[in-house]
């Protein structure tokens, strides 16, 4: 297929586009030829994406925190371009800091990004790609959708209603022919774990759990072993495929970290099961 016949039949609309991984596949995707709505609190940001492929994008402003903004953003990707077939609802960031430190507005904020923000932006979406009769959700999850990682409470609280929100999601839209896959990436070489995240050890009684892991990000930021662009075209490709898997893990660490979780829940899981499946009434 040319870069041509990709852009009739392809629009992307990304949130958190100014940097990141939506930074580097808005960047992708257009190198692909298809068109995008980059969105973003501050579209100035992406100026110069709009000086290079011109009318191939939109750039827009979008605070996904705001239900109307969503449903604003959605309109005008669905005037400019007349249909929209990939929403990556990318936006979002994570503090660190214990569940005791942390302030009940902090925790509020990161919910209201990183999951209302893809409910806002999937609600907005859904009656357009409904009537289309096709689309595809990508939900941007994290490792810590997974595993509760320390200090990372209200991120992780997040990502995990991000989770069973988009596994509803794609078992109500599938008959309708839609398509969900939500993304769980392990540490990439972005500014998320810099200028997008604030990180505080917390009280000392924390040091040996919270402390460790703050300075642990401190020193591994820069050094993560994931590619911005390689995970950028594993976006893209899982866009093509006819049966997209419903969770795509990304990096080798997620991956290993994933895994190792996974075993010890079933393990934990059988070690209890006799407790477990003692609660149902006793047979007459």
């Known amino acids: 297929m040319s870069n041509n016949e990709k852009s009739e039949s392809k629009v992307w609309l990304i949130t958190g586009s100014t940097r990141g991984l939506g930074r580097a596949l808005a960047e992708a995707v257009l190198a692909s030829g298809y068109r995008l709505v980059a969105t973003g609190r501050n579209p100035a940001q992406l100026e ?7 009318d191939q994008v939109r750039a827009i402003a979008l605070d996904v925190t705001s239900e109307q903004a969503a449903i604003t953003g959605v309109a005008e990707a669905i005037k400019a371009f007349g249909r929209l077939d990939v929403v990556a609802n990318n936006a979002g960031y994570g503090d660190v800091c214990p569940v005791e430190d942390m302030s009940m507005a902090e925790f509020r904020a990161q919910l ?7 409910i806002h932006v999937t609600k907005a979406a859904l009656p357009f790609m409904r009537e289309q009769g096709s689309g595809h959700f990508l939900q941007f999850s994290s490792v810590a959708g997974r595993i509760g990682p320390i200090g990372r409470s209200a991120y992780a609280a997040a990502k995990w209603g991000v989770e069973g929100f988009s596994e509803v999601l794609s078992k109500e839209v599938a ?17 998320f774990a810099g200028s997008s995240t604030a990180i ?17 990000q401190r020193e591994f930021n820069g050094k993560q072993p994931g590619d911005p662009e390689r995970a950028a075209a594993a976006f893209i490709q899982i866009t093509t495929v006819d049966n997209p898997p419903l969770r795509l893990i990304l990096g080798s660490d997620a991956y290993r970290a994933i895994e190792q979780s996974d075993l010890v829940k079933a393990k ?6 006799e407790l477990s499946v003692s609660t149902d009434f006793m047979p007459s």
């Open 48 to 54: 110069d994406l709009v000086e290079r492929y011109g």
């Open 112 to 118: 209201e990004t990183n999951l209302f923000g893809v």
């Open 175 to 191: 008959p309708l022919g839609l398509k969900v896959t939500i993304i769980e990436p392990g540490g990439f070489r972005t500014d």
């Open 200 to 216: 505080r050890e917390g009280r000392p009684e924390y040091d040996e759990t919270v402390g460790k892991i703050a300075r642990f």
């Open 268 to 273: 934990s899981d059988r070690d209890w099961k």
